[in-house]
């Protein structure tokens, strides 16, 4: 399973948003704003939107700031102008790591984000360093005491899926899908109510460092870091530790 996949499933069980609550919504105001400023405020129309406001609703955001959020995003409101940017670098034991950061002063995110990734055994590298691991994908992964493997595949089977497998470390089913499937496919799930713990547009890294000891325990801690960083929206990576090892750290 992916680092990104693999850090969605341990926030998961941490119940991080949900204790961050606060902050994640700071997250979700800035892409929405973002969306629309860039793509429009109509929802129907504009993809990155629909799915910035759906991932806001599933957290409780109040109506009230979603529709504020695309007003200023619209000009309709006074707001803030956030720049996107996307950091590349290494973490520890060489693992690729990316960092999507909406901010109002680049200068002092690269201060901070080059901080972090110091801190952790990591450093942050050249634009295009990493960035050509990855590729676009619909992600969602599904516990797999819900649905079987086979079931899965029918359900998806009308779908341009690229990928279903199974980690048994993390007990998920994890499904790949081309990214202008990703509605149709998350609306069949709906449908059919398949419960998963995480479904979104991702970048997914094409191979995969494992990591143990020190260097696991490192890789969390920066990951965790820059996760809660105001800035920073979204962290991909592409290392792999096993449940095992997951556990040890937790204690």
């Given at each position: 399973m992916?680092?990104?996949?693999?850090?969605?499933?341990?926030?998961?069980?941490?119940?991080?948003?949900?204790?961050?609550?606060?902050?994640?919504?700071?997250?979700?105001?800035?892409?929405?704003?973002?969306?629309?400023r860039t793509g429009g405020g109509n929802v129907d129309t504009n993809p990155r939107l629909r799915a910035a406001v759906t991932a806001a609703k599933q957290e409780n955001m109040p109506k009230t700031n979603i529709e504020n959020a695309i007003k200023k995003g619209t000009g309709e409101l006074e707001g803030e102008v956030y720049e996107e940017l996307m950091y590349e670098g290494y973490g520890p034991g060489g693992v690729a790591v990316l960092v999507n950061v909406m901010t109002d002063n680049k200068n002092r995110s690269a201060a901070e984000i080059r901080h972090i990734f110091s801190?952790?055994?990591g450093n942050l590298g050249e634009a295009g360093c990493?960035?050509?691991?990855?590729?676009?994908?619909?992600?969602?992964?599904?516990?797999?005491?819900?649905?079987?493997?086979?079931?899965?595949?029918?359900?998806?089977?009308?779908?341009?899926?690229?990928?279903?497998?199974?980690?048994?470390?993390?007990?998920?089913?994890?499904?790949?899908?081309?990214?202008?499937?990703?509605?149709?496919?998350?609306?069949?799930y709906d449908k059919e109510g398949i419960?998963?713990?995480?479904?979104?547009?991702?970048?997914?890294p094409q191979t995969y460092v494992p990591l143990k000891g020190k260097e696991a325990e490192q890789m969390i801690k920066l990951m965790d870091t820059l996760d809660d960083h105001d800035d920073v929206q979204k962290v991909y990576a592409n290392f792999d530790i096993s449940e095992k090892d997951m556990e040890a750290l937790e204690q």
């Open positions: 992916s680092g990104h996949s693999k850090w969605a499933t341990i926030k998961h069980k941490k119940g991080k948003e949900d204790a961050k609550r606060g902050k994640l919504f700071t997250k979700f105001i800035r892409e929405i704003i973002t969306a629309a801190r952790y055994a990493v960035s050509w691991m990855f590729k676009q994908k619909g992600q969602f992964l599904i516990p797999d005491d819900t649905i079987t493997e086979d079931k899965l595949l029918e359900l998806s089977m009308n779908f341009d899926v690229d990928d279903i497998s199974h980690d048994e470390d993390s007990k998920m089913l994890e499904v790949l899908v081309a990214p202008s499937s990703f509605e149709a496919v998350k609306a069949a419960k998963y713990t995480y479904a979104e547009v991702t970048l997914v």
